[in-house]
C-alpha cells in the first residue's frame, strides 16, 4: 500500500484546514485507517483513526474539533498552536491499533503550521 497525504499549509489559531490521503496498491487488504503527528521535538502521536464498520477514534486532545471520513479526509476545526506538527496518514492490515510501530504503511508527512 502506498499512500500520500496533502493539505497542509499554514492557518491562523481558530480556523480550519482538511487534510486528504490517497491510497493506492493492495488497498483491499486495509483494515484501518490512521493520522499521526509529530511535531518539531516530540514523539510521533496518535489523531484519529477510521476501521472496521466505520468505526472511529480519535485523541482526547482534538475530540469535538477533529473529525475523520470514510474517505480517509482529516477536517480540522477550531485550530490551536499546539496542533502544529507534521501530519502522517497510515494503514494497517491487522485492524486499529494506537501503537506506532504497528501500522503497515506511511505516507510522507504533510506539515501544518498554526499562527497565534
Known amino acids: 500500500v502506498q499512500l500520500q497525504a496533502s493539505g497542509g499549509g499554514l492557518v491562523q489559531a481558530g480556523g480550519s484546514l482538511g487534510l486528504s490521503c490517497a491510497a493506492s496498491g493492495s488497498i483491499g487488504s486495509i483494515n484501518a485507517l490512521g493520522w499521526y503527528r509529530q511535531a518539531p521535538g516530540k514523539r510521533r502521536e496518535f489523531v484519529a483513526a477510521i476501521f472496521t464498520g466505520g468505526r472511529t477514534n480519535v485523541t482526547d486532545s482534538v475530540k469535538g474539533r477533529f473529525t475523520i471520513s470514510r474517505d480517509m479526509d482529516l477536517q480540522m476545526n477550531s485550530l490551536k498552536p499546539e496542533d502544529t506538527a507534521v501530519y502522517y496518514c497510515?494503514?494497517?492490515?491487522?485492524?486499529?491499533?494506537?501503537?506506532?510501530?504497528?501500522?503497515?504503511?506511511w505516507g510522507q508527512g504533510t506539515l501544518v503550521t498554526v499562527s497565534s
Open positions: 497510515a494503514s494497517r492490515v491487522l485492524g486499529y491499533s494506537r501503537i506506532v510501530g504497528s501500522w503497515d504503511s
